[in-house]
């Protein structure tokens, strides 16, 4: 059985630009949260989709967004990009929400 | 608001030492906490879920304790190798609204 696959791995952007990183979960997954994890503030949460609704989301600006399509697959986009966005985005999976996740390898975002 | 805290920060064993990781949250009102464990730039490994009606749970040389009442969790390692070097991070999921919490991370070296 596959796991959660997240693209691109590596990625380095400039200032102002917009990045948009893509997921896809186990498969029979309905549920995908994503996360930032940075050095300074560990793991932040930032949404949650379930059937294609967002179901509960972080306290992050409006610049961070996301939807998930009828096969579950998910992507997050961060528009106007600041240096501080520079971080690893994970990606996790779960049948229905409440019951043990599963995390991506993370994409690696540098905002230069 | 649920807090998460894990102590200590980072630890470090000789091989073959039994030893233990805490983590405390606020809200005693969890649907489940999760262990992780983190290697290096890589994503997170699901280890283990306690559902908050249940004590404990076991997976090989893991085992991981949960007292709702007391706002603690213990995850036990029994004769440690250095491939369990990692960084270990609990979440706790608040039943409210489905948030999950993460610690900041116990950093484990262990020394062959």
């Known amino acids: 059985k596959a796991g959660v696959t997240q693209t691109p791995r590596y990625l380095i952007k400039t200032r102002g630009q917009q990045v948009t990183l893509s997921c896809s979960p186990i498969s029979g997954h309905r549920s995908v949260s994503w996360y930032q994890q940075t050095p300074g503030q560990g793991l932040q949460f930032l949404f949650e989709?379930?059937?294609?609704?967002?179901?509960n989301k972080g306290n992050f600006p409006g610049r961070f967004s996301g939807r998930q399509f009828s096969n579950s697959r998910s992507e997050m986009n961060v528009s106007t990009l600041e240096l501080g966005d520079s971080a690893l985005y994970l990606c996790?999976?779960?049948?229905?929400?409440?019951?043990?996740?599963?995390f991506g390898e993370g994409s690696w975002l540098t905002v230069v | 608001k649920q807090e998460v805290t894990q102590i200590p920060a980072a630890l470090s064993v000789p091989e073959g030492e039994n030893l233990v990781l805490n983590c405390s949250f606020t809200?005693?009102?969890?649907?489940?906490l999760q262990w992780f464990r983190q290697d290096p730039g890589k994503g997170l490994t699901s280890l283990l879920l306690i559902q908050s009606s249940q004590r404990e749970q076991t997976s090989g040389r893991l085992n991981a304790s949960l007292d709702k009442s007391s706002g603690r969790s213990t995850l036990y390692i029994a004769a440690s190798q250095p491939g369990d070097s990692a960084t270990y991070l609990c979440?706790?999921?608040?039943?409210?609204?489905?948030?999950?919490?993460f610690g900041a991370g116990t950093r484990l070296t262990v020394k062959p």
């Open positions: 996790a999976s779960s049948f229905q929400g409440r019951d043990t996740i599963y």
């Open positions: 809200d005693s009102a969890i649907y489940n």
């Open positions: 979440a706790a999921r608040k039943v409210d609204n489905n948030d999950m919490r």
């Open positions: 989709y379930f059937s294609e609704t967002q179901r």
